[in-house]
């Protein structure tokens, strides 16, 4: 028996079939980042369009094709399996889980003049909160300002990682506008379209020897007497904490499911290689630390599937799921780098080369472990919780 309904693996099934016919044999050229490529995936974000699988992360009366949590999970087991196609369906990080809060928190004026255009593909957005002069674990300390002058924010700082800001459209800033209140209400989400004065998106950051393109990017951006109108203003001022935790809970769970896809697609390399490839008198596959990289791999992927699935049904049934996700963000990413990493040994030298994905997997696969909070973080979350729990004289359930 499946885990997911079978409507859902109907659906999946399709997704399959496109990235059959049109993503994996594009990958490469997608991969170059030029022109062409640029060109090419239009093509393709056509045709996933025509095939009615666009924006399957938001609902139909967002502009998306989706059906909640646990749909979005089954359907990223294909759609995760390829670095490229999040952007090929329109559901790619950082607009996702942007598009989620707009959904959520925006007024109609503001979904109609970001959220549309966004979730239709017209343009892209970033996420502007990651500053490089403090801990971006801890927003708490977060230095950039946005002060009110009569109807206008003028927005001062300096941040760095925000992703896909190279030619993205506008961008959900995290600034402080009240230093003086409790720690969790000084912050406000602020929309500032990119061609405001004073926004200099001023480099992408090389990261791990690739700068990138685009949507590619992790831009570091200065805003500078930047001014936009107090109708701007996501949720009310003062919520930045509370919605960054409903864009973040969601972007999580967004980023595990693609990782499900990733695992998996390297741990299929790694079986059929290990079964194919000979040495000292048979194949890997008859070796028995080969075979615990399997065993290992593959207890670990079905761990990470059943955390998913747990943690996508709660939210669906209205749960924020906070320990769930958290628990499951830095399991994931954990097993995703280990099980990247057994896929390249076993393939020795041609695992780091393009002649597989492998290479350029294990390269995107790193940043899992810190972006959207870093492994000890996510467990100082859960050991938190539960152990407050117990102080409290609850215990914990393992719901
Ligand atoms: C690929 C990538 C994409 C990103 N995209 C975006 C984006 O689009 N927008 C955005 O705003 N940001 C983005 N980020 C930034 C990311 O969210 C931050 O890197 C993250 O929050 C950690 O902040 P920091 O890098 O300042 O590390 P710091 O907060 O300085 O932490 C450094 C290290 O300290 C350790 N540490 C921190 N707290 C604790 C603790 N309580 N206990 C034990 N150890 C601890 C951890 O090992 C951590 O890695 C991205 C990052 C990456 C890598």
Redesign the pocket.
């Known amino acids: 028996m499946s885990l997911f309904p079978p409507e859902y693996l109907d659906a999946r099934a399709r997704y399959r079939a496109f990235m059959v016919e049109h993503v994996y044999p594009n990958e490469a050229a997608i991969g170059r980042e030029d022109d062409d490529s640029q060109t090419l995936l239009e093509e393709l974000r056509g045709h996933a369009r025509e095939a009615g699988l666009w924006a399957p992360h938001v609902p139909p009366e967002a502009g998306g094709t989706g059906l909640g949590f646990l749909y979005y999970a089954c359907l990223n087991e294909e759609i995760g399996r390829s670095a490229y196609s999040q952007l090929v369906f329109g559901c790619q990080?950082?607009d996702a889980g942007n598009a989620e809060i707009l959904h959520l928190f925006g007024t109609e004026d503001q979904k109609e003049r970001f959220l549309r255009p966004l979730v239709a593909g017209d343009v892209r957005s970033?996420?502007?909160?990651?500053?490089?002069e403090?801990?971006?674990?801890?927003p708490t300390l977060l230095r950039t300002r946005a002060v009110r002058d009569g109807e206008e924010w003028v927005v001062d700082g300096h941040?760095?990682?925000?992703?896909?800001a190279d030619g993205a459209a506008f961008a959900i800033v995290?600034a402080i506008s009240d230093p003086d209140a409790e720690p969790h209400r000084r912050g406000t989400m602020i929309l500032v379209p990119a061609d405001t004065a004073g926004v200099e998106v001023v480099r992408p950051v090389p990261?791990m020897g690739h700068t990138g393109r685009g949507w590619s990017t992790?831009c570091e951006v200065r805003y500078t007497g930047v001014r936009v109108p107090v109708a701007n203003t996501l949720g009310g001022e003062g919520d930045a904490f509370r919605l960054a935790q409903k864009r973040l809970g969601p972007g999580r769970i967004h980023h595990v499911m693609r990782w499900l896809g990733q695992m998996q697609r390297a741990f299929e390399l790694m079986c059929r290689y290990a079964n194919e490839r000979e040495a000292f008198g048979g194949p890997l596959a008859g070796k028995q630390t080969v075979q615990n990289w399997v065993a290992d791999s593959a207890a670990e992927i079905q761990a990470c599937r059943l955390l998913t699935m747990d943690a996508a049904g709660k939210i669906d049934g209205g749960s924020e799921a906070r320990v769930e996700v958290s628990l499951l963000k830095f399991y994931a990413a954990r097993v995703l780098c280990d099980v990247i990493d057994r896929a390249i040994q076993v393939h020795g030298a041609r695992g780091l080369t393009d002649e597989t994905p492998l290479a350029v997997m294990s390269m995107m696969a790193r940043?899992a472990?810190?972006?959207?909070?870093?492994?000890?973080?996510h467990?100082?979350v859960v050991a938190r919780r539960i152990l407050r729990s117990f102080a409290d004289g609850d215990g914990w359930t393992f719901s």
């Open positions: 990080a950082p970033f996420f502007s909160m990651t500053e490089p403090v801990a971006g674990s801890d941040k760095w990682f925000s992703s896909g995290f990261v992790h940043g472990r810190i972006y959207d909070g870093p492994d000890e973080v467990r100082m």
